[in-house]
């Protein structure tokens, strides 16, 4: 079982550029950030894999950027020229095995606030 916590959100004005933290108990080499805005769904918003792969999603793209520290067990989401539609709680998420399609662990969420 691997236990995640975010930290690093808050208030910030547009244009902003804060970085999110992820502390993991465990290596695990699929990880993610979803964020969930008030009454919509939970989105992918970036992944990243062992092998370095990654992916964002579209409104994100050329704005954030995932990264790791496999030596801290520790992901990150920097997050530049923040909108006010990018406001929602950001959360971390790992799977088991990579061969797995769903995330399996997931922190409690840092909110993000952009006005």
């Known amino acids: 079982h691997v236990q995640l916590v975010e930290s690093g959100g808050g208030s910030v004005q547009a244009g902003g550029s804060p970085r999110l933290s992820c502390a993991a108990s465990g290596y695990s080499a699929c990880m993610a950030w979803f964020h969930q805005a008030p009454g919509k769904e939970r989105e992918g918003v970036a992944t990243?894999?062992?092998?370095?792969?990654?992916s964002y999603r579209d409104s994100v793209k050329g704005r954030f950027t995932i990264s790791r520290d496999n030596a801290k067990n520790t992901l990150y989401l920097q997050m530049n020229s923040l909108k006010p539609e990018d406001t929602a709680m950001y959360y971390c998420?790992?799977?088991?095995?990579?061969?797995?399609?769903?995330?399996?662990?997931w922190g409690q969420g840092t909110q993000v606030t952009v006005s």
């Open positions: 990243i894999d062992g092998n370095g792969r990654i």
């Open positions: 998420a790992a799977r088991i095995s990579c061969s797995y399609i769903t995330y399996n662990y």
